[in-house]
């Protein structure tokens, strides 16, 4: 997956993602305590979607579009457009590589 996005002029990053429950967005204090104790990258549906498909006995390979920045990381607080905006804006190529993996399965 890595070597497709390279391919792609992808620059992809690795990390830690922590799971939160949703459907609001998490708030500075939970930003700063998921940061405490390593998370790199937070999302609300990826880790029970994990869950189950791990319970049915299948393989998964995670990988995420990041949005937007925390809660609390930048002086100015979340905007739902401007993730909408960010989500279409790199939609195209976020499809076009889960193609290519889908390709290479």
């Given at each position: 997956a890595l070597d497709?996005?390279?391919q792609m002029g992808i620059?992809?990053?690795e990390g830690v993602y922590a799971g939160m429950?949703?459907?609001?967005?998490?708030?500075?204090?939970?930003?700063?305590f998921l940061r405490t104790i390593g998370a790199d990258l937070v999302g609300m549906s990826t880790v029970?979607?994990?869950?189950?498909?791990?319970?049915?006995g299948m393989r998964v390979l995670g990988?995420?579009?990041?949005?937007?920045?925390a809660a609390g990381v930048l002086p100015e607080?979340?905007?739902?457009q401007a993730v909408v905006e960010t989500a279409e804006r790199v939609q195209?190529?976020?499809?076009?590589?889960?193609?290519?993996?889908?390709?290479?399965?």
């Open positions: 497709i996005a390279k620059t992809p990053q429950s949703g459907p609001s967005y998490e708030s500075p204090a939970e930003i700063r029970p979607e994990v869950i189950v498909a791990n319970h049915g990988i995420s579009c990041v949005t937007n920045m607080p979340l905007n739902h195209r190529t976020f499809v076009k590589l889960v193609q290519e993996l889908v390709k290479e399965l």
